[in-house]
């Protein structure tokens, strides 16, 4: 074994030749081990794993539900409040002269594509039409359904899952790592954010504990993502193409999912032995390119004036409320308490699960940012992107149902279809069929970007926080474990098992964010000679 004994003295064990050459073997054996026990499980017995993930899933948000809200209003406080000290925020991670890597284009496009861009995509349209049905504002008799006062409360909500919260828990871990990693001198792990607290007994089984926990998080967060983006897919093909094996009664078939699981993985892996500065770099250029073309579209073609103000009055309403619906906790058992289980407490488990993979990717990236640019360039600039995104496309499927040129088109489609049911609607049906190939392409393009980061980073856990690029037989072996999770997970209750086995695999890593957060504080006020001043 080959002991690296860096400046902070934090050592982390790997073997010094064999197939493991390079990797700490306990990391990487103990990651593979569960997730094969967890596969095989699932796929031996399904109808049990669904059933047993649907169990604990509702035992973890009984118990950790008020937990996940004031946890993800304090990362959000304190990821802000970092920027205001003028030392702190003037601090360039990697020292003082250091210089970024990417251009600020790259950076915000690699940020983009590996943080949300797949969820984005189909929630940007599905869930203000979900919401113009069904939020805390209707639940409470405030408001009717459907009816035009109620966009005011749609897009409180949206805004609420795909702003501020869920850039800044990415921030926060990715500064974490930057910080600890290019200014003292610590290996690029998720361990290395606790060295503060816990010291040299990281070297030990606790730092392998800590790495294998952000292993399993990442496979699991990006297995919801992936999940949801390939059902989208499916319902892509089948819209420009028609064939009867890709949907059945509305939704994707097994067949149709498989495919394509099977086409994005493969492009994933690829990509990722490719390397962050050209496989993922081209890619995330590329769907930030036909992002804005969409967006384009959506400007010129869909309700141009009911997205603006939609827009304008969306921040000022979210910018007004963020506080006290951050901090908001409803009664469990309650028609709001289940409301806010199944979307606000599902999204800040996704986003914490996301986080490890997406905070290291940011990392990465982000050598030679200043602490203030790193988290007002990763936090400001993609809410705001989002919102564009809500008003912009959701609004015009909003606007189409509210006039009666969709009579429900929309609305009753499956929430992978309804994208592509607004340019059915919108479009004659060749037309349709051409802004639909661009949306399945830019959709694959995020797919791929997002898996391929998260194998990357995985890889990098298990080797200890190296910076070179990875054993390419490493990477093709979590391509397939990538795969194998969602697969077993479908068959064993589709996206609902998906989304049960991430909110249970996330809870291990919200504490050791919450430590990580502590870690920093302390590390920022209070810091010792940086290594690379």
Known sequence: MNTQVLP????????????????????TLGSMLLITAFVLWAALQPEQAGAVLANIQGQVLDTFGSYYIYVMALFAVVCFLLTIPPRIGSIRLGGADAKAEFSSFSWFAMMFGAGIGVGMLTYATGEPIYHFADNPEIIKGLVQAKMPETLDSVYRYSFLHWGFSAWTVYSLIGLSLAYFGYNRGLPLTIRSGLFPLFGKTLNGHLGHLVDITAVL?????IAVTIGFGITQLASGLYNISGAEWIVNAGKPTG?????????????STVSAISGVGRGVKWLSNINMSLSFVLLVFFLVFGSTLVALQLLGNGVVDYLITFIPLAFNVEEKGTAL????????IFYWAWWIAYAPFVGMFFAKISKGRTIREFILGSVLIPSLVCFIWFTFVGGTALDLELSDIANG???NADISAQIFQVLNVMLSADAAK??????????????????DSAILVINSINTGGATERSNNNHTIIWGVFLTAIIAVLLLAGGLGALKAAMIIGTLPFSFIMLLMTIALVKSLIAPQKPILA
Request: charged share 5%; net charge negative; no cysteine.
């Open 255 to 267: 067949l149709a999912l498989a495919f394509s699981l099977v086409v994005v993985m493969l492009l």
């Open 409 to 411: 088109q929309i609305l």
């Open 337 to 344: 308490g289940d409301w806010q289980a199944g979307w606000t």
């Open 434 to 451: 051409a802004m639909s190939a661009l949306v399945v392409v830019l959709l694959l393009t995020f797919l791929v970007t997002s898996a």
């Open 8 to 27: 902070e003295r934090l050592a982390i064990a790997t073997a010094e030749n064999g197939f493991f050459k390079g990797y700490n073997h306990t990391v």
């Open 217 to 221: 998080a990442t496979l699991l967060g």
